[in-house]
């Protein structure tokens, strides 16, 4: 996953510069959402009366006839469709991009929707741009599970967040505990000395 200086750099870059477009990455971060998940919500998907965020379909690239295509398809598994509450601070961002759009997508080049691929490579770009080393767009899903737990989330409401049958999954697959951190840990139970 990113550090938290990492993140940092990241979210400041994003919300410093305005690109709509680029919001899809820090949404990811406080939200956990997969990269086809967060391309294929739409802003009929926000209730933004209640703060809440549903997953209900994800999208991928393939090709037909035609060339590239963007197809929309069910979640991942049955567990992946869910409702996310959304913090205050996403929820205000979120309004003042939806008043801008000009696309039923969230994340929109403009009235197009984004593919899978092109969004990968425009997260590549990003890091590249802010000197952080690569890894792949699913960092950030990482990175919202170790934060999650990190402020002490409990693991079940965590693996239901993220869309697992069961918080077996989220442990083996999420907690990662940062050097940071653990140093911290250490230290407060150093304090008992």
Request: charged share 25%; with cysteine.
């Amino acid at each position: 996953c990113f550090s938290c200086r990492e993140q940092k750099e990241m979210e400041t870059y994003v919300l410093k510069h305005g690109k709509d477009k680029l919001f899809g990455i820090v949404l990811c971060l406080y939200t956990g959402l997969r990269i086809g998940e967060l391309l294929a919500l739409t802003w009929g998907d926000i209730d933004f009366e209640k703060d809440l965020l549903f997953v209900s379909k994800t999208c991928y690239d393939a090709s037909d006839r035609r060339g590239h295509i963007r197809v929309i398809d069910s979640p991942k598994t049955v567990h992946s469709g869910r409702v996310i509450p959304l913090p205050k601070q996403i929820v205000s961002l979120l309004k003042k991009i939806k008043k801008r759009s000009v696309s039923e997508y969230l994340i929109a080049d403009g009235n197009k929707p984004v593919f899978v691929r092109s969004y990968q490579r425009t997260f590549e770009l990003l890091l590249m741009k802010l000197k952080i080393p690569h890894r792949g767009f699913h960092a950030l899903r990482h990175t919202f599970a170790t934060r999650a737990m990190e402020c002490g989330m409990d693991v079940k409401t965590l693996s239901e967040l993220l869309g697992h049958k069961n918080a077996t999954i989220t442990l083996n697959r999420y907690a990662h505990s940062l050097l940071e951190h653990k140093t911290e840990m250490m230290n407060r139970l150093g304090k008992l000395l």
